[in-house]
T-cell receptor, first 108, second 119 residues
Framework: SQKIEQNSEALNIQEGKTATLTCNYT??????LQWYRQDPGRGPVFLLL?????KEKRKERLKVTFDTTLKQSLFHITASQPADSATYLC???????FGAGTTVTVRA | GAVVSQHPSRVICKSGTSVKIECRSL??????MFWYRQFPKQSLMLMAT?????????EQGVEKDKFLINHASLTLSTLTVTSAHPEDSSFYIC???????????????FGPGTRLTVL
């Protein structure tokens, strides 16, 4: 069966450090992978989409990599800030299957 | 970016009653909308795909007679939870694709969610 696994439920980091989140998938052959941010009690907000022929994509302080051989995507938040505290979800497929999410807490 | 609204944002109802949740795309047309459910500390689970002008497609395990979906126009989809019970209490989220924009073809815009509590 298809699975999307995000490496940890929670990640606590110091302000200014880089947060690295992992998304692994099995039994998918995705043409693209997406990352979303979700704040408590709110719907997800789209952050980045990376296609299978792209190794890396950046948006401001965010960086995403996509390795279709390893079936893995890494999501980096550089120079993290307390406002980055949220749950980050990776998603695959046209109808968007989501991983369980990683909750990031950035300490001031 | 495109905006999706949901109404109501929260609703409390008695067991056995029906509840309707609206999902609207405010500044774009959406031929396809999606309905998700999210339980506490869990991820979003797709319930159904709502297609304008045709029947919704339900995911395995989702009762179509319990969760009625109507996609009446290119900007409105409704989810009705019929004869709600406490186990239906959850956070319901809709999303829509802006099919008119090639640059955001694969991007889904999510509504803010509706918190349903069934007593």
């Amino acid at each position: 069966s298809q699975k999307i696994e995000q490496n940890s439920e929670a990640l606590n980091i110091q302000e200014g450090k880089t947060a690295t989140l992992t998304c692994n998938y099995t039994n998918y052959s995705p043409a693209y992978l997406q990352w979303y941010r979700q704040d408590p009690g709110r719907g997800p907000v789209f952050l980045l989409l990376i296609r299978e022929n792209e190794k890396e994509k950046r948006k401001e302080r965010l960086k995403v990599t996509f390795d279709t051989t390893l079936k893995q995507s890494l999501f980096h938040i550089t120079a993290s800030q307390p406002a980055d505290s949220a749950t980050y979800l990776c998603a695959l497929g046209y109808k968007l299957s989501f991983g369980a999410g990683t909750t990031v807490t950035v300490r001031a | 970016g495109a905006v999706v609204s949901q109404h109501p944002s929260r609703v409390i109802c008695k067991s056995g009653t029906s509840v309707k949740i609206e999902c609207r795309s405010l500044d774009f047309q959406a031929t396809t909308m999606f309905w998700y459910r999210q339980f506490p500390k869990q991820s979003l689970m797709l319930m159904a795909t709502s297609n304008e002008g045709s029947k919704a497609t339900y995911e395995q395990g989702v009762e179509k007679d319990k969760f009625l979906i109507n996609h009446a126009s290119l900007t409105l989809s409704t989810l009705t939870v019929t004869s709600a019970h406490p186990e239906d209490s959850s956070f319901y989220i809709c999303s829509a694709r802006d099919m008119g924009s090639l640059s955001s073809y694969n991007e889904q815009f999510f509504g803010p969610g509706t918190r349903l509590t069934v007593l």
